[in-house]
C-alpha cells in the first residue's frame, strides 16, 4: 500500500499563494490515482481536485476551478497541489488519497490517506 504524506500546509492571507505537496513512499505510486479533499470543522469532505496515473486526466471542483492545479512528477514519487488566490473558504484539513484504478470524486472510494495539512486563509 502507498503511504502518503502531505506538507506544505499553513497560515496564508487571502489572495497569497501555497502549494501542497503529497509523498509517497513507494514506487507503485506511479501506477495509482489519486484524489486531493478538503474538510473544515462542521463541513462535509469535499473533492477539490483528481488526476490519473499519469497526470492527463484531471478534474476540479467548481469552488476551487482556475485556482488550483493539480499535478504530479511520478520520478519524484510527489504529487502537488497549487494553490493560487485563496479564499478564507479555502480554509480546511487538506488530504491527499490514491486508489488503484481510475480517479474518482468519492472519499469512500479511495482506500489509502494521508495525514492531512491544514490550511487556514485569514481574511
Known amino acids: 500500500q502507498v503511504q502518503l504524506v502531505e506538507s506544505g500546509g499553513g497560515l496564508v492571507q487571502a489572495g497569497g499563494s501555497l502549494r501542497l505537496s503529497c509523498a509517497a513512499s513507494e514506487r507503485t505510486f506511479s501506477l495509482v490515482a489519486l484524489g486531493w479533499f478538503r474538510q473544515a470543522p462542521g463541513k462535509e469532505r469535499e473533492c477539490v481536485a483528481t488526476?490519473?496515473?499519469?497526470?492527463?486526466?484531471?478534474y476540479y471542483a467548481d469552488s476551487v476551478k482556475g485556482r488550483f492545479t493539480v499535478s504530479r512528477d511520478n520520478a519524484k514519487k510527489t504529487a502537488y497541489l497549487p494553490m493560487n488566490s485563496r479564499k478564507p473558504e479555502d480554509t480546511a484539513g487538506y488530504y491527499c488519497?490514491?486508489?488503484?484504478?481510475?480517479?474518482?470524486?468519492?472519499?469512500?472510494?479511495?482506500?489509502?490517506w494521508g495525514q492531512g495539512t491544514q490550511v487556514t486563509v485569514s481574511s
Open positions: 488519497a490514491s486508489r488503484g484504478i481510475g480517479p474518482s470524486t468519492r472519499g469512500r472510494d479511495y482506500n489509502n
Open positions: 488526476l490519473n496515473w499519469n497526470g492527463d486526466t484531471t
